[in-house]
């Protein structure tokens, strides 16, 4: 057993990485915002009114935006960005407590932040000194060098995290625990999860697409239809896949999205070899929402408890859920007591 001097030492290890993380991507969230805002304003006066925002694949522009509604598009997204990657880090401190998900978030702030910036720099130079914004320069190597630099930022921001504690995730349940159940004894297991973040970006993303398409409607700038279109779309996607419900049955693993409840995914009790609970971070599993493929999909939306589900035919679906050692054990219950199911052996 660990003594309470040792739960005391590791409490305080995880309170002074978390300090350190904080400090750190706070002042870096906040030096690329003073960044990203001073640049351009320094520059107003050599800028056009609207300036070039797209490029084509020939590398010429071929839309505009005003200098207030990009320098906004610019800082929304880093705010969702860097925000996000603080807000995640704040409010769970076991993601900090895992290696691959604390230099996750250090790849995001730092990779995510340096291409932001990089795309700001490059769009400022090719409208510097130019009458309309359709003179603006030609892109050709310098989205190169904007990626170029993304990735190297996010390996040396991935680097700088990696210090530290690394937990392995904790598995709760096995596939002998079960519940006990009467002989003809129905039961139902029913858990949800809501993801207030993705949620909160999905109703903002629409609200913004909706502001876009209103300008356009009102100035006339079909350039600000592409932006609109692919924000309400991405936001819509977002609101349907920022919460889930699971309800397990004799039938077998329902799972439903969305305030609406759709899309809907039925897992059939033959197909459940065995179910199990353990901690999952978004970073071990490659980010928020669905991830992996049919046989081994993983629906993330938070960290923490996940319910993990084993096929017959060996794979397996995860999905981040409360309480899913009951619906693990439940569902091996269930298992163990239809004629198809393979038990728990």
Known sequence: ???????????????????????????????????????????????????????????????????????????????????????????????????ASRMGLGALLCGGGLFLVGLQLVTLSANLDIPTWSAAAPLSWDALLVVAVMLLG???????????????PRSSGTATETIPLRPGQRTVWVSSVRNGWVSGIGGSLVAAGA?????ALLNG????????????????????????????????????YGPLRRPRKHIPIE?????????????????????????????????????????????RFTISIDDAEHGAALLNTLVARTPAGTGSG
């Open 1 to 99: 057993m660990t003594g309470p001097r040792s739960r005391s030492f590791k409490g305080e290890t995880v309170m002074g990485l978390r300090g350190r993380f904080l400090s750190v991507a706070v002042g870096w969230f906040a030096l690329l915002t003073v960044v990203m805002v001073a640049v351009p304003l320094a520059l107003r006066d050599r800028l056009p009114e609207p300036m070039a925002s797209h490029w084509g694949p020939s590398g010429a522009p071929d839309g505009s935006m005003s200098f207030a509604t990009l320098l906004a598009l610019q800082l929304g997204i880093w705010v969702l960005i860097g925000g996000g990657a603080c807000a995640g880090a704040l409010r769970d401190s076991w993601m900090l407590r895992r290696r």
């Open 154 to 168: 996010g390996w040396l921001g991935a680097l700088a995290a990696r210090p530290g504690p690394d937990e392995s």
């Open 211 to 215: 502001g876009f398409a209103a300008v």
């Open 221 to 256: 700038n079909d350039a600000l239809w592409p932006h609109s279109v692919i924000m309400i779309v991405t936001g819509l996607l977002a609101l349907t896949f920022s919460s889930a419900r699971v309800q397990i049955t004799e039938d077998g693993l329902r799972i439903s």
């Open 271 to 315: 197909r459940v070899q065995r179910a199990w609970s353990e901690e999952r971070s978004p970073w071990e599993v490659g980010g928020w929402g669905i991830r992996g493929m049919p046989g081994a999909a993983t629906v993330m939306l938070r960290s923490g408890e996940c319910l993990v589900v084993g096929y017959v035919s060996g794979g």
